[in-house]
């Protein structure tokens, strides 16, 4: 349906403020968006990029979040026709969220792995591992989750593959990390327990010869009275520890699905306060992995929540950026355009 895929806001250290917003334009009223947001009863909103960003975020909040405040695996699948469901798979792909696609530097600063749920943990530390092999990191591969307890069906898949003894998301990712790189004992280790898996972090740093050394990072929630570290709180204590500098070009690995609403976080909570540069890609599911895991399946139900998704994260955005609405406006407020519905 489009041949094209929409690009992303600009994640070169160079892009300047202005056209930063102006991807954040391109983006949101991009064709495969509006027909989606058609299709579903949506009369396309008027005002300005922020007005049209909140109008999105409320609307999708009524017709594509099946997550209602739970985790990812326990969403609800919606029932829709065979001809809404191709239209949102070819959305999907139009808007960035389908494919992989390579970096596209030959070198960064450093290369980062989000972590996720333990197939995606495993998965991507593999791919990181290939990419170390194949572009120069001159810093290190930091591989970025949290305190967050693995759920029953998690632990059914480790045991299927044969991984024992991981409690928690950053057990999985060290895991991962020690299959994928050929390593085994840290060379160094640091953390504080505190009093509440919220409010706790750690690192471990491995060596190899012939690689960067790789970071295995579990941070505290900056909110920890109210939920677990999110992927922008593991942003930023990464950033904090490692002492980004402007400049520096990152590579950022995360699964196809999920580049959208996480390149968009990156720049909002690395690149517009460090001034580094952010290259965002997805695991190629063609690559080989040292422990094999099934593919979960993606519904077009799932590909509608992350688009969500990446709607929130431009709107965060776009509310950050200087010169458009300043900080805070991504919260919400006044003078919204309302996204009408028929259905």
């Known amino acids: 349906m489009w041949t094209t895929q929409v690009a992303l806001p600009g994640g070169a250290a160079v892009t300047t403020t202005a056209e930063l917003a102006a991807g954040v334009r391109a983006w949101i009223a991009s064709p495969p968006l509006r027909t989606l947001v058609g299709h579903f009863g949506g009369d396309w909103p008027a005002g300005d990029v922020s007005a049209v960003l909140a109008a999105l975020d409320d609307f999708s909040a009524r017709h594509w979040d099946f997550r209602q ?27 960035g969220l389908v494919r992989p696609t390579p970096p596209a530097r030959p070198g960064y600063a450093h290369l980062l792995v989000l972590g996720g749920l333990a197939h995606a943990c495993l998965r991507r530390t593999a791919y990181a591992a290939q990419l170390a092999r194949r572009v120069e990191v001159t810093g290190e591969v930091a ?12 632990s059914r898949l480790l045991a299927d593959v044969g991984i024992p003894g991981c ?31 919220h409010r ?3 690192s471990r740093t491995y060596h190899r010869p012939g690689l960067p050394p ?18 922008a709180d593991t942003q930023r204590f990464w950033a904090e ?36 540069g952010i290259d965002t890609v997805g695991v190629d599911p ?10 979960p ?38 003078g919204q355009a309302p996204v009408s519905s028929s259905r």
């Open 241 to 276: 520890h490692v002492r980004l500098r402007a400049g520096d070009p990152v590579l950022m690995v995360t699964a196809p699905i999920y580049v959208p609403f996480q390149h968009c976080d990156a720049l909002r909570t690395l690149a517009l306060p460090y001034g580094c």
């Open 214 to 231: 790789v970071r295995v990072l579990a941070a505290p929630s900056s909110e920890p009275d109210r939920r677990r570290a999110h992927t």
């Open 69 to 95: 405040g739970r985790e990812r695996p326990d969403a609800r699948e919606p029932a829709l026709d065979p001809a809404t469901a191709r239209l949102v798979l070819a959305a999907a792909d139009a808007l």
């Open 297 to 334: 399946t993606l519904t077009p139900g799932r590909y509608l929540q992350e688009i969500r998704s990446a709607i929130r994260s431009l709107r965060a955005l776009h509310g950050a950026v200087p010169g458009t609405d300043g900080p805070g406006s991504a919260a919400g407020g006044s």
């Open 286 to 295: 063609e690559s080989a992995a040292p422990v094999p895991v099934p593919e």
């Open 200 to 202: 706790a972090w750690s």
């Open 167 to 197: 409690a928690t998301e950053v057990d999985v990712l060290d895991a991962g990390v020690r299959a994928a790189f050929g390593v085994d004992t840290p060379t160094r280790e640091e953390g504080e327990d505190a009093d509440h898996p």
């Open 143 to 154: 591989v970025l989750g949290s305190f967050r307890t693995l759920s029953p069906d998690e």
